[in-house]
């Protein structure tokens, strides 16, 4: 079993930047493909980028606009999520999640980190 905890969240205004970063601990990161979701009060949790376990591949939300940027370092057993511009409403939890090479979905959550962005 993989644990996830993320970290980095924190209140900012209109315009900043946070950083989060998801350390695995239980499992070695590399043996994953990495997201990162977010969920708004009264929202689904919605996927926000995603990469595959080696970074050859990465997606993003239509809503990010070239604005967020998902790396990962295996070694450290660290993914992040390098959010600029931020705008209100990226204003949710933020949860990083992990996939296994025969899961067809995201199965591991970390607890999530707040983000909160003030106009």
């Known amino acids: 079993q993989v644990q996830l905890v993320e970290s980095g969240g924190g209140s900012v205004q209109a315009g900043g930047s946070l950083r989060l970063s998801c350390v695995a601990s239980?499992?070695?990161?590399?043996?994953?493909?990495m997201g990162w979701f977010r969920q708004a009060p009264g929202k689904d949790r919605e996927s926000v980028a995603t990469?595959?376990?080696?970074?050859?591949?990465?997606y993003y939300a239509d809503y990010v606009k070239g604005r967020f940027a998902i790396s990962r370092d295996n070694a450290k057993n660290t993914a992040y999520l390098q959010m600029n511009t931020l705008k209100p409403d990226d204003t949710a939890v933020y949860y990083c999640?992990?996939?296994?090479?025969?899961?067809?979905?995201?199965?591991?959550w970390g607890q999530g980190t707040q983000v909160t962005v003030s106009s």
């Open positions: 990469i595959t376990w080696n970074g050859g591949s990465k």
């Open positions: 239980g499992r070695p990161l590399a043996s994953y493909a």
């Open positions: 999640g992990a996939r296994g090479a025969f899961d067809s979905d995201y199965g591991y």
